[in-house]
T-cell receptor, first 114, second 113 residues
């Protein structure tokens, strides 16, 4: 999975609790992304980062925040988890975001909010 | 805004037969198109991409895709399907400019022995 790790790989939590997912890369790529995968919706972009401390919102950013203090780490935080945030979360990276540059994906984190 | 559609949720094909997974797109400029595959409990793996030039693009594991500008399509194909090709396939598009990929909803391919 292209030098990308995600932690934890599985998590079960309760509604209203904060949750932080971590993505770590060893490729020194500038761009990092968080997607969520849900049946019938495919992959939807939550947030992405184009450099240390530089982030932007995606299609489904409500209820999520991100931080990137180092090139290799991109954190996704659910401030107060809800059942609608039960999903599989994927981190991705790319060298550039333009043109034909593909994104490479991590193994995913399965989050269940009870 | 850019978008991509995969009209089939599920495609079933017999082993050894040719397979096609369909994708259509909508962009404001020239598209950059991608196919990814996802095996159970794994992340997405890049298969192939179209940037410019030859309309037939060859990728990993014997897959190819045909870009058709007039039909705004980028269908994934393989001449002879294998049971091991059974997986979830995603088409993705990027418009001109610096934007993340936009993915379709995915098509589940089932190859039956």
């Amino acid at each position: 999975d292209a030098g990308i790790t995600q932690s934890p790989r599985h998590k079960v939590t309760e509604t209203g609790t904060p949750v932080t997912l971590r993505c770590h890369q060893t490729e020194n790529h500038r761009y990092m992304y968080w997607y969520r995968q849900d049946p019938g919706h495919g992959l939807r972009l939550i947030h992405y980062s184009y450099g240390v401390k530089d982030t932007d919102k995606g299609e489904v950013s409500d209820g999520y925040s991100v931080s990137r203090s180092k090139t290799e780490d991109f954190l996704l935080t659910l401030e107060s988890a809800t059942s609608s945030q039960t999903s599989v979360y994927f981190c991705a990276i790319s060298e550039r975001v333009a043109g034909g540059n593909e994104q490479f994906f991590g193994p995913g984190t399965r989050l269940t909010v009870l | 805004a850019q978008s991509v559609a995969q009209p089939e949720d599920q495609v079933n094909v017999a082993e050894g037969n040719p397979l096609t997974v369909k994708c259509t797109y909508s962009v404001s400029g020239n598209p950059y198109l991608f196919w990814y595959v996802q095996y159970p409990n794994r992340g997405l793996q890049f298969l192939l991409k179209y940037i410019t030039g030859d309309n037939l693009v060859k990728g990993s594991y014997g897959f190819e895709a045909e870009f058709n500008k007039s039909q705004t399509s980028f269908h994934l194909k393989k001449p002879s399907a294998l049971v091991s090709d059974s997986a979830l396939y995603f088409c993705a598009v990027r418009d001109v400019g610096n934007t993340p990929l936009v993915f379709g909803k995915g098509t589940r391919l089932s190859v039956i022995a």
